[in-house]
């Protein structure tokens, strides 16, 4: 019962971390649109080509979850995506600075 829990756990944490890339794509794009110079166009295509990625992989994985024990294609997910935030983390990217926090945030001030 508890291993159960832990794996329909970690399914809802990857889902609301999907879910979050998601919603910071939709709040961000106007700011990545800006800082790499892309057409509308150039943003809603690559926007297009995230989706399409994620269904196929989704089509993919529902498929596998029948042949795989979930625990393998989770972890599987996990470390996929974690090779993918150190190759986007790089320096071979060298956009990477532009939505670096510290290049938007304002100085912390007190309130008076």
């Given at each position: 019962?508890?291993?159960?829990?832990?794996?329909?756990g970690l399914?809802?944490?990857?889902?609301?971390l999907?879910?979050?890339?998601?919603?910071?794509?939709a709040?961000?794009?106007?700011a990545?649109?800006?800082?790499?110079?892309?057409?509308?166009a150039?943003?809603?295509?690559?926007g297009?080509?995230y989706?399409?990625?994620?269904?196929?992989?989704?089509?993919l994985?529902?498929?596998?979850?029948?042949?795989?024990?979930?625990?393998w294609?989770?972890?599987?997910?996990?470390?996929?995506?974690?090779?993918?935030?150190?190759?986007?983390?790089?320096?071979?990217?060298?956009w990477?600075?532009?939505?670096?926090?510290?290049?938007?945030?304002?100085?912390w001030?007190?309130?008076?």
């Open positions: 019962m508890g291993f159960s829990l832990i794996q329909w399914a809802l944490l990857f889902f609301s999907n879910l979050g890339g998601v919603i910071s794509y709040i961000g794009s106007h990545i649109e800006t800082t790499l110079g892309l057409s509308s150039q943003i809603g295509s690559l297009g080509s989706f399409i990625a994620y269904a196929i992989s989704q089509l994985l529902g498929s596998l979850f029948g042949l795989v024990p979930s625990r294609l989770l972890g599987g997910s996990a470390l996929l995506a974690g090779l993918g935030a150190l190759v986007m983390d790089s320096p071979l990217f060298s990477r600075g532009a939505y670096s926090p510290r290049r938007w945030a304002k100085p001030r007190p309130c008076r």
